[in-house]
């Protein structure tokens, strides 16, 4: 499914969040060289979301690389009663995530770094399990691709050709 992302100067109160940021080394003829990564949510709390990842040798440099990258990659997520509208999953490398929708008083129910994005896509009440691997930036990216993949009920109704309320059934 093609995504238009959104216009960040159109998009009010975005908060960022630094999900992981890890030190790599490369190892070169002169000896070691380091330098930093970041992953960084970008999000309204009202269902816009962005994830950037970005690399520099000093750590202000990746945080802020990786800001820049999330906030060109805004996506907004159709929620409805602060969930998500139906059951999706995504894969991502050796990373699976089902991510399903959750009565009233559940919250938050995800891992660590899943937990991040779903708060700052402003999702309140979900459920979510993660397969295969839990490396922090591939099982992240995997989310925000299952996010990424819902679509309004009434695109899901259009796309499938029934009436909007066959979907929920």
Do not use: H, W
């Not at 995530?97 to 937990?115: D, H, K, Q, Y």
């Amino acid at each position: 499914m093609e995504r238009n992302y959104i216009d960040p100067s159109k998009v009010e109160n975005l908060e960022d969040n630094l999900v992981t940021l890890k030190r790599v080394t490369k190892v070169v003829k002169g000896g070691r060289t380091f330098s930093f990564s970041a992953l960084v949510v970008v999000g309204d709390k009202k269902g816009i979301i962005g994830l950037g990842f970005g690399k520099a040798k000093e750590i202000p440099e990746a945080i802020r690389k990786a800001s820049d990258k999330a906030k060109k990659k805004l996506i907004k997520i159709n929620l409805q009663n602060r969930t998500i509208p139906y059951q999706t999953s995504a894969k991502y490398c050796a990373s699976k995530v089902v991510l399903f929708p959750a009565s009233e008083g559940t919250g938050v129910i995800a891992g660590g770094n899943i937990r991040s994005i779903l708060q700052y896509a402003g999702v309140e009440n979900i459920l979510s399990k993660t397969y295969g691997s839990r490396n922090v930036i591939n099982s992240s990216k995997c989310a925000f691709k299952a996010l990424e993949n819902l679509c309004s009920p009434i695109e899901l109704a259009l796309e499938r050709e029934i009436d909007v309320k066959s979907v929920y059934n």
